[in-house]
């Protein structure tokens, strides 16, 4: 009688039991076209391809100078951390052969950032860099000098 229920509830606990993650239901089949996966680049709608379906001769003395490196603690505030990228070989492919096979040089918005003017002297609280209106402080809205109230007992 046993093992004639644990026979029974066993698929039950089995399916109870299992991890939560999306490959078990087969999720992991995309959205997209099959023949589309497997002929196209996957940023072939962001950046323009090359065409040639090989990959290229580079070694990593050959694309180690793409990758971004400028000075540490700009007043300009420039960092490695580029926005807009020209291509995804960035000089960090593994391995070098894929560095130029795939893309072209993509047309791009410039990097440079421009930090903000100072905040101007409106009333309303300042919550960062904005300021809230006027009505949703609670309370005396705070002075020239932008300091909220002190609270005393």
């Known amino acids: 009688m046993i093992i004639l229920s644990s026979l029974v509830i066993e698929p039950f606990i089995k399916k109870y039991l299992q991890e ?18 497997v002929d ?21 003395s050959d694309i180690w100078w793409h990758y971004p490196i400028f000075k540490v603690g700009s007043y300009a505030q420039v960092t490695n951390n580029l926005q807009y990228q020209r291509n995804p ?18 047309e791009i918005h ?19 860099y904005y300021r809230t209106p006027d009505d949703l402080f609670l309370g005396p ?6 300091e909220l109230p002190a609270f005393t007992s």
């Not at 072939?44 to 580079?58: A, Q, T, Y």
């Not at 410039?110 to 960062?128: A, E, F, K, Q, Y």
């Open 110 to 128: 410039t990097n440079v950032s421009h930090p903000l003017p100072p905040v101007p002297d409106t009333p309303g609280t300042r919550v960062g």
């Open 89 to 106: 070989d960035d000089g960090k492919c593994s391995t070098a052969e894929f560095c130029g096979a795939l893309y072209k040089d993509n």
């Open 141 to 146: 809205q705070p002075g020239p000098l932008l």
């Open 20 to 37: 939560g993650y999306s490959n078990y239901k087969g999720a992991l089949v995309g959205t997209r076209d099959y023949p589309s996966v």
């Open 40 to 60: 196209k680049p996957l940023l072939g709608e962001s950046f323009p391809l090359i065409g040639k379906n090989n990959v290229s001769d580079n070694n990593y």
